[in-house]
């Protein structure tokens, strides 16, 4: 079946300590999106690509980047994770914008 | 600018009862809206979606919404909650571009 996986579904890292969350998809979608989702909260954007253009919404911290590096692949860098960088990150793709988003399963981080 | 409101963080049904869950959605023109549901530590599944037409949708598992425009809604409906129903649901809007999500719902079945 065509799916978005996440990996690793949980990472622990140390405070400060750089780390990596992968996405990859097989529906061939041109769009990728990284959330991030904190507790009983709905899902933040961070970012998302259109093809090779990067998007990045105004208030993610500059901690935060990606790359894409084809059309089936997309990570998540956190270069200084801190406490509050604890979540559930869930990564999603769409065939265009403002199509309906197809949601892996998302990496929970953890922060010590 | 987009923003989605769902009234009530938590509903509470029996099962076999009624289940509905209101949103609604603040848009300069008519949006794209879907509901979603997410279990516990899984992803976003979609219920169901509004783009044109036919104003009742109907989505997976039994769920179906109505948009009404003049009132700015999008309320889920199923007739008769299942205990498989617990999760927590959400609704968002989309105006051809990134989605913006509500706060969400928990749906709580009792037996």
């Known amino acids: 079946d065509a799916m978005v996986i996440q990996n690793p579904r949980y990472q622990v890292t140390q405070f400060g300590k750089p780390v990596t969350l992968s996405c990859s998809q097989t529906l061939n979608h041109n769009v990728m999106y990284w959330y991030q989702q904190k507790s009983s909260q709905a899902p933040k954007l961070l970012f998302h690509?259109?093809?090779?253009?990067?998007?990045n919404e105004a208030d993610t911290p500059d901690n935060f980047q990606s790359r894409r590096p084809n059309t089936s692949f997309c990570f998540l860098d956190i270069r200084s994770p801190g406490l509050g960088d604890a979540a559930m990150y869930l990564c999603a793709t769409s065939p265009s914008q403002g199509q309906p988003q197809h949601f892996g399963d998302g990496t929970r981080l953890s922060i010590l | 600018a987009q923003s989605v409101t769902q009234l009530g963080s938590h509903v509470s049904v029996s099962e076999g009862a009624l289940v509905l869950l209101r949103c609604n959605y603040s848009?300069?023109?008519?949006?794209?809206l879907f509901w979603y549901v997410q279990y516990p530590n899984q992803g976003l599944q979609l219920l169901l979606k509004y783009t044109t037409g036919a104003t009742l949708v109907k989505g997976i598992n039994g769920f179906e919404a109505e948009f009404k425009k003049s009132e700015t809604s999008f309320h889920l409906t199923k007739p008769s909650a299942h205990m498989s129903d617990a999760a927590e649901y959400f609704c968002a809007v989309s105006l051809y571009s990134t989605l913006t999500f509500g706060k969400g719902t928990m749906l709580l079945v009792s037996p």
């Open positions: 848009s300069s023109v008519p949006p794209y």
């Open positions: 690509y259109y093809d090779k253009d990067f998007n």
